[in-house]
């Protein structure tokens, strides 16, 4: 078994306390009754296990082994143990426990005791089945997020990138793109430009964007890639990879939902909203992927792709309200993509 390539499970107790994960994931010398190689043992980790003093490269939580993630968690190795630490958002369940998944790659036996002393962690589980008693993270849940609304039809202050227009509005259903992709329901680039062909105005040029436009796939589905950003590439504020950045698609119009993430641009959004600065979140429209008409210095969208939402104070308010606070909204977080840089290319920054 030792070195072995089985990725492995062990399993402690977690507490809910808040959104920032902090605590003990395995606690050296305690033991674990487990089954290794369909055989049940004890099994305990020496000091150091999972590398030296100090921090260790971070790792995803998950809900459950091969579950959506929710966070990333810094691990450290200490004297008392494991510990780790991180943000955390999203929906545990109801689980009230966490598992280690990981793999040996060095251990003894000593009569039935399994002494792991080398090991590489992968990732920390929110589970229902416990294993080690003396581990626990405490964990507290996100306050939410904030939110506002792109009303279908309306018409809004922009500064166009290479479009040399003044305004901006979006037909009903304009955002069709990115609520087939949110939702689940296409599979990749051909397949959503095949379902956009149909579209009032898009041309064989938008098309093949479309159809050359990455797409991110996780849990089976394919999942939208757009950032929210203060400024640029280096002002992350949220993404839809982490679940930080969502969109709500009704009648009216879509909702944006953004919780910021805990970097230096999202953590000053939160600064600002608290402090009563109204802060705007407008989408970035990609010409060159999306359809519509020009009337004078107004364009009208009937397709409106976008990567980013720009997040900041503005004084061009017209055609959107600024972010209010939404309460009870968890969402999970992973930074994951890069951001590319921000104005030009066709693109529309609608602020």
Known sequence: MAGGPVTEHRAARLEVRGRTIAGLAVPWGDRASVVVAGERVDETFTRG??????????????????????????????????????????????????????????????????????ADLHAVAAVASPAYSGAVIEARRRLGGYGTRIFYGNEADCSCAGADCDTVSVEADGFEALRLMQEGAIKDGTDLATRLRTIQGITAEALERIRNSPVHREGGRSVPQVSAIARGAGDVVADTVTNSLRFEFRKDGMHIIVDPLDTEA?????????????????????????AFVKDGRAARFSL????????????????????????NRPVSRRRKHPLKEGRGRGRTWLY
């Open 266 to 290: 999202g953590r000053r959004i939160r600064e600002l909203i608290g402090a009563g600065v109204a802060v705007h979140a407008r989408p970035v429209i990609d010409f060159k992927r999306s």
């Open 49 to 118: 296990a999972f590398g030296s003093n100090g921090s260790l490269r971070p790792v995803p939580l998950v809900v459950e082994h091969g579950g959506p993630r929710i966070g990333a968690l810094t691990p450290s190795s200490t004297e008392r143990g494991l510990e780790v630490r991180g943000e955390y958002s999203g929906d545990l369940g109801g689980r009230d426990r966490f598992s280690v998944e990981f793999r040996a790659k060095g251990e003894t036996r000593s009569g039935g005791l399994r002494i792991v002393h080398d």
């Open 304 to 327: 409106a792709w976008f990567d980013y939402v720009l997040v900041k104070p503005t004084n061009r308010t017209r055609g959107v309200d600024p972010l209010k606070a939404l309460l």
